[in-house]
């Protein structure tokens, strides 16, 4: 997974150069990342993709497909046409951070007047998981769609 995050993060940075390389862009790739992956239904691929990036003889036959020129490939967990959209999604999300949140990450959460309490949360941290899917991947939902993985449920 580490090489298509770092193809995500060389995409972010091109498409806006005025990004900062660090932790902090490190961690939203990472979260739009995840986000994208339990969208899709598709969490359960990165092992196997982690496996076949290590070791091809434990990748098993039903985790390829063969492309339009007939080349056997692996299943990717985030498909190819999909890491430029996410570099996007990676960008908003980034810069919507940065607008509501000032360079201290902590904002204070809540307030208690009689009780004297005052709770501090981490906004950067909750920003993308208090948002709805259709929030974050507002713009590509439709394209994220064609490769969503339906989920089974036996009837009994």
Known sequence: MED????????????????TDDDYLDFV???VVDRALLYMN???LVAGYNRFVSDNSTYYASDYYYDITGTKQPI???PLELERP???IVI????TIKDSVSNDTTAIKSIQDNGQS???GDSVASYLSSKEDSDIFSSIVKVMDKFRIPTIVENT
């Open 4 to 19: 298509i995050i770092a193809r995500i993060k060389d995409y972010v940075l091109v498409i806006s150069p005025d990004l």
């Open 42 to 44: 598709r969490t359960q």
């Open 86 to 88: 996410l570099a996007r």
């Open 92 to 95: 908003g999300s980034y810069k």
């Open 29 to 31: 790739i990472s979260e």
């Open 76 to 78: 990717l967990p985030i």
């Open 118 to 120: 005052v709770a501090y």
